[in-house]
């Protein structure tokens, strides 16, 4: 997952922080908010995330079902 250690890194700190993560969390957030915004401005990602909405986008569209219900329905084992 993109930017999972910042996340990790973040989420720990303001569990840690409590009501004070607003202020003892900044440089957490910061690089949080740093690889979320390469990510974002990354076209081959952006690319990525495109097609893979016009295929899920496509499945809809033939079967009706979104793709979270579809993948709930299938089953677990036979």
């Known amino acids: ?3 999972s ?3 990790q890194d973040f989420t720990k700190c303001c569990k840690d ?9 900044q440089k957490e957030n910061s690089a949080l908010k ?6 974002y401005n990354d076209p081959d990602f ?8 016009l295929k899920e986008r496509e499945e809809f569209r033939k079967t009706g079902i ?3 219900k579809r993948l ?3 089953p677990t084992s036979m």
């Open 17 to 25: 922080s409590g009501i004070l993560g607003v202020v003892k969390c």
């Open 1 to 3: 997952m993109a930017c």
């Open 5 to 7: 250690e910042q996340v």
């Open 72 to 74: 709930r329905k299938l």
């Open 66 to 68: 979104p793709t979270k």
């Open 46 to 53: 952006r690319e990525e995330c495109k097609m893979e909405y």
């Open 34 to 39: 740093e690889c979320l915004t390469a990510y």
